[in-house]
């Protein structure tokens, strides 16, 4: 079966799509930005990047980073955060289920082929 991603284009360069989610929910899930990026085999750097794109589209943080290394640092998404992991997986559910007669149709073509 074929899958469906969706990107959303805010404008030129202001995308929000399965990659910085995912990364959003790495980050969620281990508590900080280098151990979500590590998990996506990206450096700290590009997953910092990933996040200044989002906060920049969005006006204002969506993670809370504190500083502090193993022992006192980490990472959360904040309520922003959270609402865009939440919102985005709910599109792309719904998109889905919009889509599934036509994404099996078009799988069936292919294993025709």
Request: net charge positive.
């Amino acid at each position: 079966m074929a899958d469906l991603s969706i990107r959303i284009d805010f404008g030129p360069d202001l995308r929000v799509g399965p990659g910085k989610i995912a990364l959003l929910e790495q980050i969620a899930s281990l508590g900080s930005i280098s151990a979500g990026g590590r998990a996506m085999e990206m450096s700290y750097r590009r997953a910092w990047e990933l996040i200044e794109e989002l906060n920049t589209i969005f006006g204002k943080p969506v993670v809370d980073s504190r500083s502090g290394g193993k022992k006192g640092g980490g990472a959360t998404l904040t309520p922003l955060g959270l609402a865009l992991v939440s919102r985005y997986r709910a599109m792309e559910r719904a998109a889905t289920a919009a889509t599934e007669p036509h994404l099996k149709a078009l799988a069936e073509e292919i294993a025709k082929a």
